[in-house]
């Protein structure tokens, strides 16, 4: 089945530095890759759609200068987290839905981030 | 604004029961529904799909339901057993391939 590939699975980090995380989609092409991001015991919410070759969209409330995200091909899109502090602890879940049409989405196993 | 509700939030049943884990959502213009189960500290997997035109899907011991006029899913599993310990979680898509996310269920199967 479709397999949705996150890198890194756990990162610390300390204050002030920017982490890079990955989604890649292992054996199929996703035009469109979704970033959520899920605090203890609340929902997962959306961050942005990463669209292949343009600009991601971010939901209301997302820092598009603190959140970078680019996806420069059908099978890779990246999180950057800029200038990281201790509240953007969280866990950051990728998905990447196959451009075939009527697929589900499929996720990544996601990437525990802590700022210390 | 769509809102998705999952009851219970956690819920505790000894092997071999049948389960219904309820989802509802506010607004029913949907395109589909999608069940997923997440293991802690993990990323979701995929269960069950139902296009909007749909009324249930099913996959070995798992039977989804959708009811859009009412707004309400439910995902019924059978014969639970501990292996099915997790949290499972309801998603709508609202016309857009953008999911809104319900807070889950925790279901913990004891042997």
């Not at chain 1, 920017?18 to 054996?27: A, G, H, Q």
């Amino acid at each position: 089945g479709a397999v949705v590939s996150q890198h890194p699975s756990r990162v610390i980090c300390k204050s002030g530095t920017s982490v890079k995380i990955e989604c890649r989609s292992l054996d199929f092409q996703a035009t469109t890759m979704f970033w959520y991001r899920q605090f203890p015991k609340q929902s997962l919410m959306l961050m942005a759609t990463s669209n292949e070759g343009s600009k991601a969209t971010y939901e209301q409330g997302v820092e598009k200068d603190k959140f970078l995200i680019n996806h420069a091909s059908l099978t890779l899109s990246t999180l950057t987290v800029t200038s990281a502090h201790p509240e953007d602890s969280s866990f950051y879940i990728c998905s990447a839905r196959d451009i075939t049409v009527g697929s589900p989405l499929h996720f990544g196993n996601g990437t525990r981030l802590t700022v210390t | 604004k769509q809102e998705v509700t999952q009851i219970p939030a956690a819920l505790s049943v000894p092997e071999g029961e049948n389960l219904v884990l309820n989802c509802s959502f506010t607004d029913s213009a949907i395109y589909n529904l999608q069940w997923f189960r997440q293991d802690p500290g993990k990323g979701l997997t995929s269960l069950l799909l139902i296009q909007s035109s749909q009324r249930e899907q099913t996959s070995g011991r798992l039977n989804a339901s959708l009811d859009k006029s009412s707004g309400r899913s439910t995902l019924y599993i059978a014969a639970s057993q501990p292996g099915d310990s997790a949290t499972y979680l309801c998603a709508v898509s609202p016309l857009s391939e953008k999911l809104v996310f319900g807070k889950g269920t925790k279901l913990t199967v004891n042997p």
